[in-house]
């Protein structure tokens, strides 16, 4: 199984700050490498497919970049509704595994 | 608008059978993937499988010989039978569309989920 590292497991930050999330696959998964938002009691929400590629309806504060074993989320200026847990997640083969998660506090 | 519903008993005694059902609205079940994915009290989360409309499935080699998925194109709905259930297996279950494109493959969106305890 391809094991995916999150790191930092959570973080504090202010409003306004730039964030970045870093996830590491532990054998290259090309960008086969989504991100998910999950908040308390809702479902996760897809941010970005592709490694890269943003979701629609995703406000372009989100990005994601990578590829081969090491990526990364940034969200360029934080917002208060951005505060929850991302997770990532690879498709590049299966079993399909999920990164720990990052709790995105506010500080 | 594409919604997901999970349903099913909130409680399973060991060594039964979980059974969940998921409901989708806003599209037809018949032209996409479907998948399950759980995940367990303050832990991460951990892809079950998926079920094609057509019947296909693709399981976890950690859970292929315990799960299994079924579908009914009638009500819009799939479902997840999980035999043999122990504690490890309480955790919330999310159903979630799985989709394609550009030789890359996502789940959007995803059921709220619903949680499901094993304890006797």
């Known amino acids: 199984d391809i094991q995916m590292t999150q790191s930092p497991s959570s973080l504090s930050a202010s409003v306004g700050d730039r964030v970045t999330i870093t996830c590491r696959a532990s054998q290259s998964i090309s960008s086969y490498l989504n991100w998910y938002q999950q908040k308390p009691e809702k479902a996760p929400k897809l941010l970005i497919f592709?490694?890269?590629s943003l979701q629609g309806e995703v406000p372009s504060r989100f990005s994601g970049s990578g590829s081969g074993t090491d990526f990364t989320l940034t969200i360029s200026s934080l917002q208060p509704e951005d505060f929850a847990t991302y997770y990532c997640?690879?498709?590049?083969?299966?079993?399909?595994?999920f990164g720990g998660g990052t709790k995105v506090e506010i500080k | 608008q594409v919604q997901l519903q999970e349903s099913g008993p909130g409680l399973v005694k060991p060594p039964e059978t979980l059974s969940l059902t998921c409901t989708v609205s806003?599209?037809?079940?018949?032209?996409?993937?479907w998948s399950w994915i759980r995940q367990p009290p303050g832990k991460g989360l951990e892809w079950i499988g998926y079920?094609?409309?057509?019947?296909?499935?693709?399981?976890n080699p950690s859970l292929q010989s315990r799960v299994s998925f079924s579908i009914d194109t009638s009500k819009n709905q799939f479902s997840l039978k999980l035999t043999s259930v122990t504690a490890a297996d309480t955790a919330v279950y999310h159903c979630?569309?799985?989709?394609f494109g550009s030789g890359r493959e996502w789940f959007d969106p995803w059921g709220q989920g619903t949680p499901v305890t094993v304890s006797s």
């Open positions: 806003g599209a037809s079940i018949s032209s996409y993937y």
């Open positions: 979630a569309r799985r989709q």
């Open positions: 079920i094609s409309y057509t019947g296909s499935t693709k399981y």
């Open positions: 997640q690879q498709t590049f083969s299966i079993p399909l595994t």
């Open positions: 592709g490694a890269s």
